[in-house]
């Protein structure tokens, strides 16, 4: 039952018309959100994380589209594929030093690198979202000054360099 607590974060699938609801996953003690489904179909990243923790421990999921095979990607939250399905970008807070980075990492896990970061005054949250020719990565900036806001800013890839942002001051 999609409204029992313990059910209400697992993973739910549904036909487009809206019939079909049904369980996809099921996370007993964990809970899970921002599903991307891979570029081929044959899979979903999501974000999860123990019941009795917060958000900000989150971990990358990936499972099979039949429900099978869930694996722990390692930390992060709100995954994206890259269009050619080979990379996963994604957020990480990293709470020792209060840092937030926009990651990339191979969709197995393996070589996770940090594309840009912040903290403090600036930090990087949301999900990420690739160009059609994976060349850049579009994610909200926060800052606190000169006031309260966001940007959107649109990094390279490659080397995290940024090419656009909104200047939202």
Known sequence: ??????????LWKINPDGTGLARFAE???????SPDWSPDGKFIAYDTWKNEETYMKSQVAVIRADGTDIRLLGPGAMPSWSPDGKQLSFTKEFSSTGDFAVMVA????GNVRRLTGGKGEIWY???TSWSPDGK???VNRGMWKPTFHFEVVVLRSDDGQEEW???GD
């Open 125 to 127: 949250s949301g999900g």
């Open 106 to 109: 191979d969709a197995d896990g």
């Open 165 to 167: 942002c909104t200047k």
């Open 1 to 10: 039952e999609v409204n029992d607590p313990e059910s209400a974060y697992d």
């Open 136 to 138: 850049l990565i579009a």
């Open 27 to 33: 996370t007993p003690g964990y809970s899970s959100g």
